[in-house]
Structure formats: C-alpha cells, structure tokens
C-alpha cells in the first residue's frame, strides 16, 4: 500500500523548496495577467510580440502557461513594456 502525500498548493507539490514553490506562484500570476492583457487586447501573437519587445515564440510560450520557460526578471520586463508596473506585497506565512 502506498503513502499519500497532501500539498497546500500545486506549487509546493511540483517544487523542491518553499522559496522554489514561492517563485513559481508569482511567475505564473503575472503570466496570467500579462495573458489577459494581450487576450483583452484581441493582437495576434506577433503584435502581442511587438508590444511585448519579445519574439514571437515568446508569447506563444507565455500563452501556453510554460512557467519554466520565464524568469521573474523577464516577466517584469515585459510587464514594464505593456505599461504596467509591477508590485509585489509581502505577507506573514
């Protein structure tokens, strides 16, 4: 018979560390939220790319919801380059 093991959340369960758990949580929050900007925005992947200042494939990737394909830093980046700001709050665990 085998052991069950039970997560808080699908991050702590697919990451190593709570800090790895951490980081992809916000990566994939911003991927989301850049997603519903370029998808309110109705462009296709190339004019998403341009706005972006990314290639193509780049958005196609963040589309898809590919998380380990973007570093925190280039999220913010793109983030900045669609005009938004960034802000991150920190709360007691």
Do not use: K
């Not at 992947?45 to 830093?73: K, M, W, Y």
């Amino acid at each position: 018979m085998s052991n069950v093991e039970t997560f808080s959340s699908v991050w702590d369960a697919v990451a190593d560390t709570p800090a790895q758990a951490a980081n992809l949580q916000v990566r994939a929050e911003l991927m989301r939220q850049i997603a519903q900007i370029v998808n309110a925005a109705g462009w296709t992947q190339a004019e998403a790319a341009e706005h972006c200042g990314v290639t193509q494939p780049r958005i196609n990737d963040l589309l898809r919801g590919r998380v380990s394909r973007f570093s925190l830093d280039a999220l913010v980046n793109i983030a900045t380059a669609l005009g938004r700001r960034v802000h991150l709050e920190l709360e007691v665990a």
